[in-house]
């Protein structure tokens, strides 16, 4: 997307740690949302974070929000084969509008 | 019990022809949404519905109508389809304007 920006490819070995790199546009957003997109399904909310937030954890996931930067990272501990999606980093633009990035396609290998 | 439910999963037509996508969702949200994803998986608001009413409508064509006949359905009429219309369309729904929004499993349209 043109105002959220991810890198487009990450291969991790079953096991490792994932980190999945996010930048942002807009210091105001209120929240800044992780969706995961697996082939041939809808997008499904992985979690968020509120923008005066540091760190969210929720089980595997970590959430890493640095707002000097407009930077977010989701970390997925012990990546697992079911991991291998794509993830979409989106910011909120105001009322009723949420901004994608162009999303990171993670492959898990054996 | 699928929260939100849009049809058909896949559409082929022919240019010009006009068609229509149907979503409806069950978790009681105010706000629906209709997102377009090119083949680049590049996702883009095109319109938000708030209780019926149209928020946004993020430069579409006006061959693209949407309705929203109650808060629970957003429908996507779209006339004389072109080549570039070839996308996956989700439909979403939120409880409100700055919440997380639940997404459709999509609708692959091809136009050929």
């Known amino acids: 997307g043109e105002d959220v920006e991810q890198s487009l490819f990450l291969s991790v070995r079953e096991g490792d740690s994932s980190v999945i790199n996010c930048t942002y546009t807009?210091?105001?957003?209120?929240?800044l949302y992780w969706y995961k997109q697996e082939p041939g399904a809808g997008l499904q909310l992985l979690t968020y974070i509120f923008s005066n937030m540091d760190m969210k954890q929720d089980q595997r996931l970590t959430v890493l929000l640095n707002k000097k930067d407009k930077h977010l990272s989701l970390r997925i501990a012990d990546t697992q084969t079911g991991d291998s999606a794509i993830y979409f980093c989106?910011?909120?633009?105001?009322?009723?509008?949420?901004?994608f990035g162009a999303g990171t396609t993670v492959t898990v290998r054996a | 019990d699928t929260a939100v439910s849009q049809t058909p999963k896949y559409l082929v037509t022919q240019m010009g022809n006009d068609k229509s996508i149907k979503c409806e969702q069950n978790?009681?949200?105010?706000?629906m949404y209709w997102y377009k994803q090119d083949s680049k998986k590049f996702l883009k608001i095109m319109f938000s519905y708030n209780n019926k009413e149209l928020i946004i409508n993020e430069t579409v064509p006006n061959r693209f109508s949407p309705k929203s006949p109650d808060k629970a359905h957003l429908n996507l009429h779209i006339n004389s389809l072109e080549l570039g219309d070839s996308a996956v369309y989700f439909c979403a729904s939120s409880p409100g304007s700055n919440e997380k929004l639940f997404f459709g499993s999509g609708t692959q349209l091809s136009v050929l």
């Open positions: 978790l009681g949200h105010d706000t």
């Open positions: 989106a910011e909120t633009l105001g009322d009723y509008k949420l901004s």
């Open positions: 807009d210091s105001s957003s209120t929240y």
